[in-house]
Structures are given as C-alpha cells and as structure tokens.
C-alpha cells in the first residue's frame, strides 16, 4: 500500500499513538491491533505521538504520521507465529527470520550508538572543567561494574609518574656518585703521593 495513499485518502482513529515495547497498539472500530516498523529509524522517536491512518478495506498496513507531518512510516499488522512446529505454514519461517534480521540490525545499531556516546562522553570528561570530578561525584561503572578503578585510574598514573622520574633521579645520582668514585680510584692510581 502507498505511503501517499494512506497520507492523502486515509482515515483516522482520532487519537495519538506512542511507541512501546511492542510498537504501537491501537483500537481500529473498536478492535485492537498490533503494528510495527521494520524500519530501524522508527524506534529513535519513542516519544513522538503518531497520528494513525488506514484504509478500512485493508489494515494490513498503516501510515504513522508525526504531529507535524515531517515523518511518515508505513507499519505493519504484527504477523502471529504459531506456537508449536507442527501447526507451522508456508511463510512463518521466512517472517520469523525476517524479525531475527531486524533484531540483529537493531542490537548492532544500539551497541554503535552507545559507542559513539562513550566515546564522546569520554572526549568531554577529559575536555570540560565541570565534568573532571563527575566520577568522583556519580558512581559510573565501566563495562565490568568497576567504579573505583576508573576514579582512581588519574590518581594512580599520577602516582606512577611521581615514582617514575624519583627512580630517574635516583638512577642519575647513582651515576654521578660512581663517576665521582671512578674519578678518584682514576687519580689515586695516576698519581703516587708517596713521592711528595
């Protein structure tokens, strides 16, 4: 069914649609219905109220519309999977692996997105003055539950440099103490005070 025909010629339930975890439910003449988007794009506007077209004739499909008509999508009566093997018909399998490609595509989609957040949230942390001691203030874990680490982690390197350049003062004391201590064997050796 057209995107268009629905937006031009379609009717309306009368109420405003949100998303929830399992797509929009809606009362079509007194009948609820299950509808989705396969369309991964869909799920980015939780929060928007959708307007419902539909042609009476064929529910199959709907149009969701945003309130300021700036995004459309056409959604799909949610396709029933029988629950035993033996009552499976021609087309389950293939609609079954149809939302098994789309959960994959929206796991992969999430794991992106949180990347790019933590990455830019990390740039940010260490960019921002106001962020500096966010760590110390909110109790953030790492990807394995670990909240002192990461607080520590400044602290830490800090402490690491501090006894890093003491060893490199130290190792260059030590050098100057046994040339100072060459020096003088070199010269007792050269010279016999003995004869003087």
Known sequence: ???????????????????????????????????????????????????????????????????????????????????????????????????????????????DFRANNADTLQNAALELPEFRDTLQKLLITDNTGRHKDNRNRVKMLKQAEKLNSQYEEAVLVEDVSDFKEGRIDYLRNKVDLSIY
């Open 1 to 111: 069914m057209s995107n268009n025909y629905l937006f031009l010629f379609g009717e309306t339930t009368g109420y405003k649609n949100t998303l929830e975890s399992t797509g929009l439910n809606i009362t079509i003449r007194g009948l609820k219905r299950h509808y989705d988007c396969f369309d991964i794009s869909f799920r980015e506007h939780g929060s928007t109220a959708w307007e419902i077209r539909f042609d009476p004739e064929n529910l199959t499909q709907v149009l969701a519309v945003n309130e300021d008509e700036t995004r459309r999508y056409i959604l799909e009566e949610k396709y029933i999977q029988p629950m035993a093997l033996r009552e499976r018909k021609a087309g389950d399998s293939e609609q079954l692996q149809r939302v098994n490609n789309y959960n994959k595509d929206l796991k992969q989609n999430i794991i």
